[in-house]
Nanobody
Framework: VQLQASGGGSVQAGGSLKLSCAVSAKISGVQVRAWYRRPPGAQREMVASIRGGGTTYYADSVEGRFRISRDIRKDQIFLQMDSLNVDDTGTYYC?????????WGEGTLVTVSS
């Protein structure tokens, strides 16, 4: 099973982007769906997550600006990113966790310029 993230690109500060993540095959028992990012020269960090029951979590740095959503039927997750700033620059990865293993997608690059 592969996860494929898309929707990254270059945008000016204050702009918006929407990331999408699709799976190549159905993953059973997904407990957590999330987006991580790796800023330039920094470690990967969780940006937002949504659990099976719908509970969401956001990093303090994106709270109120980003929104994670999902389409369970299609096994897709999305990340709506508004009011982007230069600190949001990085490679964004989608992630899904099942009881048996973790799944990571290839990253999609987001570049925010001032």
């Amino acid at each position: 099973v592969q996860l494929q993230a898309s929707g990254g690109g270059s945008v000016q500060a204050g702009g918006s982007l929407k990331l999408s993540c699709a799976v190549s095959a159905k993953i059973s028992g997904v407990q957590v769906r999330a987006w991580y990012r790796r800023p330039p020269g920094a470690q990967r960090e969780m940006v937002a997550s949504i659990r099976g029951g719908g509970t969401t979590y956001y990093a303090d740095s994106v709270e109120g600006r980003f929104r994670i959503s999902r389409d369970i039927r299609k096994d897709q997750i999305f990340l709506q990113m508004d009011s982007l700033n230069v600190d949001d620059t990085g490679t964004y990865y989608c992630f899904m966790k099942s009881p048996w293993r973790d799944y990571w997608g290839e990253g999609t690059l987001v570049t925010v310029s001032s």
